[in-house]
């Protein structure tokens, strides 16, 4: 079993950074990819960013440029640097991890973190 632990999250004034970290934890061999979801009151689930095990990296077209997501593979940890932040990018930001698996011919499952809440006040 993995386990996907979320912190860093918080409440910043408009502008502000948050440095926020998910950590996976259990029987984890390898993995494809770790991405950051937000999920805002009346707005659909959004990936704001991910990272692949090689270090390439997406973003939504509405943090790019602010947000930039970061990796450590040995620790299994990825972080995402929130920058000039603003009121709508008040979320609950969860992390999954793609393709995790547990041995090289072990199959691959997802894992999503419990979220971590980002409050950026005006």
């Known amino acids: 079993q993995v386990q996907l632990v979320e912190s860093g999250g918080g409440l910043v004034q408009s502008g502000g950074s948050l440095r926020p970290s998910c950590t996976a934890s259990?029987?984890?061999?390898?993995?494809?990819?770790m991405g950051w979801y937000r999920h805002a009151p009346r707005k659909e689930r959004e990936l704001a960013a991910a990272?692949?095990?090689?270090?390439?990296?997406n973003y939504a077209d509405s943090v790019k440029g602010r947000f930039t997501i970061s990796s450590d593979n040995a620790k299994n940890t990825a972080y995402l640097q929130m920058n000039s932040l603003k009121p709508e990018d008040t979320a609950v930001y969860c992390c999954?991890?793609?393709?995790?698996?547990?041995?090289?011919?072990?199959?691959?499952?997802?894992?999503w973190g419990q979220g971590t809440q980002v409050t950026v006040s005006s």
């Open positions: 999954k991890a793609d393709g995790v698996r547990a041995g090289i011919f072990r199959p691959a499952y997802d894992y």
């Open positions: 259990g029987s984890i061999f390898s993995f494809n990819a």
């Open positions: 990272i692949t095990s090689l270090g390439s990296t």
